[in-house]
């Protein structure tokens, strides 16, 4: 079975422009969770989804973050406009609502020079 | 509040070596569930395992054994005859009562030398 899906999977941009990341969960699972990992802050949980419905997004940084999940099978993490402090790995995971553990994608390395 | 610590923050061991990684954890909810994840050089999180508040059974999986004691508030992982493959960064992590939020330890960097 395929695992969390996401892409790309290194994206360098510069200051000011729009970063959408993409997210596939796995097939069945119905919660969806971004999280962004960096040296300084380790992993921190940016929104989770429950059923395509936005549960919790305390840790979404600041305005210029958004998420959005359309449908069972797709999410986006969009960043407009971006900062070089937004470098860093972002992944998506996902789960079953009635179990604990979560599958994570492989993870999109941001780059904003 | 809720937090993980993993104190060690590198370890380096040689093969066949066994090595025991520590974390500990605080929570005042009295239902929660504690998680070991992998990272490997390549990035990715893998996960290993997920124990629930009320199990305190140890478990084992191969070379790997985890001891979770509540009394001490400790969620222990062992790797037995430790291998090269085995070098990565190792994460405990939290979820407290109903919320899906996973709380993370900063992490164990393993280095299994051959």
């Known amino acids: 079975d395929a695992g969390v899906i996401q892409s790309p999977r290194h994206e360098v941009t510069e200051m000011g422009q729009e970063v959408t990341l993409r997210c596939k969960p796995i097939s069945g699972h119905n919660s969806l969770f971004w999280y962004r990992q960096t040296m300084m802050r380790g992993l921190e949980l940016l929104i989770y989804f429950n059923n395509n419905v936005p549960i919790d997004d305390s840790g979404m940084p600041e305005d210029r973050f958004s998420a959005k999940m359309p449908n069972a099978s797709f999410s986006t993490l969009k960043i407009q406009p971006s900062e070089p402090r937004d470098s860093a790995v972002y992944f998506c995971a996902s789960s079953l609502s009635d179990r604990r553990e979560q599958y994570f994608g492989p993870g999109t390395r941001l780059t904003v020079t | 509040a809720q937090k993980v610590t993993q104190a060690q923050t590198e370890i380096s061991v040689v093969e066949k070596e066994d090595v025991t990684l520590d974390c500990v954890y605080e929570t005042r909810d009295t239902t929660y569930y504690l998680f070991w994840y992998k990272q490997p050089p390549s990035g990715e999180l893998v996960f290993l395992i997920r124990r629930n508040s009320f199990d305190e059974q140890n478990e084992i999986s191969g070379r790997y054994s985890w001891n979770f004691q509540k009394s001490t508030s400790s969620f222990n992982f062992t790797i037995t005859a430790s291998q090269v493959v085995d070098s990565a960064v190792y994460f405990c992590?939290?979820?407290?009562?109903?919320?899906?939020?996973?709380?993370w330890g900063l992490g164990t960097s393993l280095a299994v030398n051959p």
């Open positions: 992590a939290l979820q407290a009562g109903n919320n899906r939020k996973l709380i």
